[in-house]
């Protein structure tokens, strides 16, 4: 059973915008346990980039803040990435999970920033 499933990445021009999605199992999406997004680039460590709690607090890594915003669709259990103003420094896979407990990753949605 797939418990978080990425979507929406792909190939955008430096200054572009993209909209991530993050389709979890209604238990995760429910879960008090804060829903967030990471990234990892090539020869990079994965990091956490935005976090969304259950009543919709929302934080954000200094170098994401003000370009992302992060979003919960309560009817869907779907949890969004919404990246404005992107960098060619955004590149990388990107992945949705719970912030504690058990993970789950598999193989994230691919965006590339580049002209």
């Known amino acids: 059973q797939v418990q978080v499933a990425e979507s929406g990445g792909g190939l955008v021009q430096p200054g572009g915008s993209l909209r991530l999605s993050c389709a979890a199992s209604r238990s995760i999406f429910t879960s008090t346990t804060p829903m967030g997004w990471y990234r990892q680039a090539p020869g990079k460590q994965r990091e956490l980039i935005a976090t969304i709690t259950l009543a919709g607090t929302t934080s954000y890594i200094q170098r994401v803040a003000g370009r992302f915003a992060i979003s919960r669709d309560y009817a869907n259990n779907t949890v969004y990435l919404h990246m404005n103003r992107l960098k060619p420094e955004d590149t990388a896979v990107y992945f949705c999970?719970?912030?504690?407990?058990?993970?789950?990753w598999g193989q994230g949605t691919q965006v590339t920033v580049s002209s």
């Open positions: 999970n719970p912030t504690d407990g058990p993970q789950y």
